[in-house]
């Protein structure tokens, strides 16, 4: 299945049916008056939310979307049928966004959520509903309210805990093959990754989704290499897991380089919890492994964990802090003050 995060669809609602003009005629009936029903509801255009779905690729082959108008009245005070609902079903994670994507107008962010985008027309009234003791006769109705319409983005961020940002080749993929069900491709050249993978982690009887993104280079901001537009899916994650190749030059400046794309995004990236791993440490020795640790955590300002995805070394070490900063065991959360409301943690 392919990957597509983003799509534009245009979605309109049902116009409401007309009113009828109807006067009742029966034998032996003198004075049968009118008798035209009101048109019927037009549709609406609803979003729900629902699993198994994990790109918007769909929206690619069909874009336009019209709920159907509500049916017109008819004599015998007989309203006409409302139109169907259309309902249009996203992935969890899509933000409904104005055409010139400046407002996020829907975001769901579970299973199950349903919202009404564009309401439909309702019906027009008959001719019954005109009469007065002045006017015994009206031949007047309504045509039914007018549809809605709109050109809209859908934007997909995937919902994970933990997402891995580092330079193209810092063994991203590798890490989340390790830790992971995921079958992301491992290659010897760089952007091996050009889409983001989810995965399960099982660790310590817990669960957590880890996700990983194209690497970063310096530019991305500006659309160098891949660009920053795969950063969204990580907007919502709690921590980041920042892999550095051990192998590079200088690991200050890739950490520094990353660190920078992260805060030209913005979004928040630069101030969530981040845990720096320094990766492909399996073919150095101790004295190097150290003095590179020592210059990278001088640059990040916190530890450094040394870490061979290929290997497995540190791999138990990350995988402890990662679910430290996402769902903190019951005996390591802090005593809260006495009076203080609990803060429930939302991934909006």
């Known amino acids: 299945m392919h990957f597509l995060d983003q799509a534009k669809i245009y979605v309109r609602s049902g116009s409401g049916g007309p009113g009828a003009v109807s006067f009742r005629r029966e034998k032996f009936i003198e004075y049968g008056g009118p008798d035209g029903g009101n048109g019927g509801k037009g549709g609406d255009i609803i979003f729900e939310a629902v699993a198994g779905l994990n790109t918007l690729i769909d929206f690619r082959y069909t874009q336009h979307f019209r709920a159907p108008r509500g049916s017109g009245g008819s004599g015998s005070n007989r309203t006409g049928g409302g139109g169907d609902d259309l309902v249009i079903k996203v ?3 899509t933000q409904v966004l104005s055409e ?3 407002e996020v107008l829907l975001d769901f962010t579970h299973v199950g959520q349903r919202e009404m985008f564009l309401r439909g027309g309702d019906g027009g009234r008959g001719n019954a509903s005109y009469k007065t003791s002045t006017n ?5 109705h309504g045509t039914g309210w007018p549809e809605q319409e709109a050109w809209v983005w859908l934007r997909l961020k995937l919902l994970a805990d933990a997402g891995l940002v580092g330079l193209p080749n810092a063994g991203k993929s590798t890490f989340i093959n390790a830790v992971t069900n995921a079958q992301a491709k491992v290659g010897a ?3 091996t990754t050009t889409r983001p993978q989810l995965g399960v982690v099982r660790h310590h009887g817990r669960e957590f989704v880890v996700a990983d993104i194209p690497g970063l280079i310096e530019g991305a901001a500006d659309g ?7 950063l969204g899916h990580i907007e919502r994650c709690r921590v980041l897991l920042h ?3 051990a192998n590079d030059d200088d690991v200050a400046e890739s950490y ?4 920078d794309e992260l805060e030209a995004y913005g979004g928040g990236l630069i101030d969530k919890p981040h845990i720096v791993a320094l990766n492909k440490i399996d073919m150095l020795d101790e004295e190097l492994i150290e003095a590179l640790s020592a210059e990278l955590a001088a640059e990040s300002g916190t530890d450094v964990i040394p870490l061979s995805g290929a290997a497995g070394t540190g791999v138990d070490w990350v995988l402890d802090k990662l679910l430290e900063a996402i769902d903190p065991a019951p005996d390591t959360v802090p005593d809260s003050d006495e009076g203080e409301d609990e803060i429930t943690w939302s991934p909006v």
Do not use: M, N, S, T
């Open 91 to 93: 992935p969890v994670g």
């Open 100 to 102: 010139d994507k400046d």
């Open 136 to 140: 015994r006769a009206p031949r007047q």
């Open 189 to 191: 050249y760089a952007f």
């Open 224 to 230: 160098a290499g891949i660009g920053d537009r795969f």
């Open 243 to 245: 892999l550095v190749d």
């Open 256 to 259: 520094r380089i990353v660190r």
